[in-house]
């Protein structure tokens, strides 16, 4: 099985970056794909992007595009989400998600196992 944990999230102001990490564990042999989910309060869940387990692979939610980057480094066991240009209505918890598929998904019932999320919070 797989565990995840987020790190990285914090307070920034509007223009600001941050990079989030996910460190994955556990005896697993099978490939696997991130997704990137976050949720505001009040809010669904909302997709952000994914990678593949190659990481030639990735897709993004539109209102993220050109300012996320997704990648990962599968010898450190860890995914990471660059996100610049910060705005306030990027403020939400941030997940990390493995879809053991290995296929990603926008969905969030698609992924098996979820880490404890991080607190990302845009000042404007």
């Known amino acids: 099985q797989v565990q995840l944990v987020e790190s990285g999230g914090g307070l920034v102001q509007a223009g600001g970056s941050l990079r989030l990490s996910c460190a994955a564990s556990?005896?697993?042999?099978?490939?696997?794909?991130m997704g990137w989910f976050r949720q505001a309060p009040g809010k669904e869940r909302e997709f952000v992007a994914t990678v593949s387990w190659s990481g030639s692979i990735t897709y993004y939610a539109d209102s993220v595009k050109g300012r996320f980057t997704v990648s990962r480094d599968n010898a450190r066991n860890t995914g990471y989400l660059q996100m610049n240009t910060l705005k306030p209505e990027d403020t939400a918890v941030y997940y990390c998600?493995?879809?053991?598929?290995?296929?990603?998904?926008?969905?969030?019932?698609?992924?098996?196992?979820w880490g404890q999320g991080t607190q990302v919070t845009v000042s404007s």
């Open positions: 556990g005896r697993t042999f099978s490939s696997y794909a």
């Open positions: 998600a493995a879809d053991l598929r290995g296929s990603g998904s926008i969905w969030p019932s698609q992924y098996e196992h």
